[in-house]
Antibody, heavy 124, light 111 residues
Framework: QVQLQESGPGLVKPSGTLSLTCAVS?????????WTWVRQSPGKGLEWIGE???????NYNPSLKSRATISVDKSKNQFSLKLRSVTAADTAVYYC?????????????????WGQGTLVTVSS | IVMTQSPLSLPVTPGEPASISCRTS???????????LDWYLQKPGQSPQLLIY???NRASGVADRFSGSGSGTDFTLKISRVEAEDVGVYYC?????????FGQGTRLEIK
């Protein structure tokens, strides 16, 4: 079955760029799924960051004010997140997950599976 | 879309039922007839896992003591008989429109 694994630096300096990669195994990234990033700030709830289709189409959470960029590398079966101009408020556990589509390609029904998550701390 | 869960904390005796409410700021019913409300459980130290999708459909491998119901803006997750392994934080999530949003979470603990 499909498994996801996040990787990237655990510490980023304020005003820097957070960069994470999610490796997809057990299935192709070129399927009819939206590959998604979700984060969870310490002791808080879940926040949807954005998603990408294998074609390169993306959608983002407006709350991030255009700081996020999600890209896909089909040759490596992985997708990535870059978040620019980070502050302490971006400290969180970052999860990658798969959005399963239903009757149409824009029709996400649920998120499954999820990666184990990676903690990124923004600090000098 | 704003998601509001209640209660935020839920102590339950094993074997007893439990119920979590999720109210949304707008209807999650789409013109295709689907209702875009999912439930997830985040067990301690783990990633969220899918329990219920499209309001009332149990995900593969989920015990039948879990059930989802509701329509429009009012939804409920019920556990018929709570077991010790059910502890964790339960989240509802809407997949109707971007940005997808989650409830604040309901922490279920065993008495």
């Amino acid at each position: 079955q499909v498994q996801l694994q996040e990787s990237g630096p655990g510490l980023v300096k304020p005003s820097g760029t957070l960069s994470l990669t999610c490796a997809v195994s057990g299935g192709s990234i070129s399927g009819s799924n939206w590959w998604t990033w979700v984060r969870q700030s310490p002791g808080k709830g879940l926040e949807w960051i954005g998603e990408i289709f294998h074609s390169g189409s993306t959608n983002y959470n407006p709350s991030l004010k255009s700081r996020a960029t999600i890209s896909v590398d089909k040759s490596k079966n992985q997708f990535s997140l870059k978040l620019r101009s980070v502050t302490a408020a971006d400290t969180a556990v970052y999860y990658c997950t798969r959005g399963l589509t239903g009757t149409t390609l824009s029709d996400v029904w649920w998120f499954d599976p999820w990666g184990q998550g990676t903690l990124v701390t923004v600090s000098s | 879309i704003v998601m509001t869960q209640s209660p935020l904390s839920l102590p339950v005796t094993p074997g007893e039922p439990a119920s979590i409410s999720c109210r949304t700021s707008q209807s999650l019913l789409q013109s295709n007839g689907n209702t875009y409300l999912d439930w997830y459980l985040q067990k301690p130290g783990q990633s969220p896992q899918l329990l219920i999708y499209l309001g009332s459909n149990r995900a593969s491998g989920v015990a039948d003591r879990f059930s989802g119901s509701g329509s429009g803006t009012d939804f409920t997750l019920k556990i018929s008989r709570v077991e010790a392994e059910d502890v964790g934080v339960y989240y509802c999530m809407q997949a109707l429109q971007i940005p997808y949003t989650f409830g604040q979470g309901t922490r279920l603990e065993i008495k």
